[in-house]
């Protein structure tokens, strides 16, 4: 009833107003990864600022102005994109689609609608998308790291290569604790913008489990014109993963709903290629072996210092590792239960943590510093 009252004050000063819900940028009726394509080809554009009492990300009608400009082919005014009613469109918008992740709508003006731009163009150079795991097989409670590369085909011009591409994963949740699935977005692609959903990730609410939904785009030019990593997708294996009778199982990943398009806003065809990694259990009449003995690591990613915790101490050595097999950091441990390690010399990427009981017992985490 106070939405509205507030629209019938208005409405008599803004004939041509549009309602949108911020996040919702292509307005199809729910703030998700997809709206980073449609922020993604506003990205820049600059029209009238909301006024109050319509400012604000909350996930409320937001009545505004009309701009100029309209998203190339869906004719989406490039003002449902200004999520937070500045008056331009810039990463601080992307901040609604994070708010409002999974959040639907029915009360925009024009009403939302599926988005659908054109199947239009047409090319034999082929873009493709590759999910490749680190590992070829895996046990319980492992970490599993899906890495998500684009492949740029030779033969297609940067000025028609795609802004942007969006798709969703789908994978047995039975397998990994699906709460803990994180989403790491490419670090330092800054020329990127980005959105992503699973259900225990945190810019997420309440996607189901069993998937993971992941959007990239250029900021009004095309992020896809050279092949390029997009972004780490991390499972935990679950405790339990197999049936009584057998000892391994396949996790799959399944690719749906894959949408790339480029500025134009037109779909384009791309290939997809897919790993699925092997995972194993010991048989035993008992539940899975408990690994040697028990350790934290936080934060995740790693800040200027790696905390490594144990329950109990365990004497030996903690070592470090980068991708390149070289080694940051040796020290001995004696009694400590929790290392404060400093780690604000290291580089962007992966590093390997070896933890070395005294009795011959190790084990090994990676962790990513951005
Ligand atoms: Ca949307
Ligand atoms: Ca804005």
Known sequence: MKIRLLLLLVWPLSLNAQILFPGDANN????DHLDVLATG???????PFREPPFLGVDWSPKLFEPWLGALPATGINFGFSD????G???EKDMAAIKM?????????Q??????????TFLTTALPRLVFRFEQDTATVRDTLRLHIFYEHPPGLPPHLSPLGVAFTLQFDEMLVKDSLTQIIFEPGANDLLFAAGATGFADARVVPPGRVEFGAAGKAMPGLAFSRPLGVVQFIVEDVIVRADTFWTKFKIEIAKPLMINMQEEVMTFGIAVDDVVLFQELSNTAAPDPPFSVRMYPSPVGDVLHVEFPDAVPGQIRIFNS??????????????LLHLPANYWLPGWYWVCISARNGQTV?????KL
Do not use: C, H, W
Request: glycine residues 8%; aromatic residues 6%.
């Open 324 to 337: 390149a097999s070289k080694m940051v950091l040796q020290r001995e441990i004696s009694d400590e239960k």
């Open 110 to 119: 024009p009403p939302p609608k599926p988005y659908a731009p054109p199947d």
């Open 41 to 47: 080809l506003s990205f820049g554009q600059e029209g």
């Open 28 to 31: 199809d009726g729910r703030a």
């Open 100 to 108: 409002n992740y999974d959040s639907t709508q029915t009360g925009a």
């Open 88 to 90: 331009m469109v810039n």
């Open 364 to 368: 090994s985490r990676a962790v990513l």
């Open 83 to 86: 999520a937070d009613g500045n």
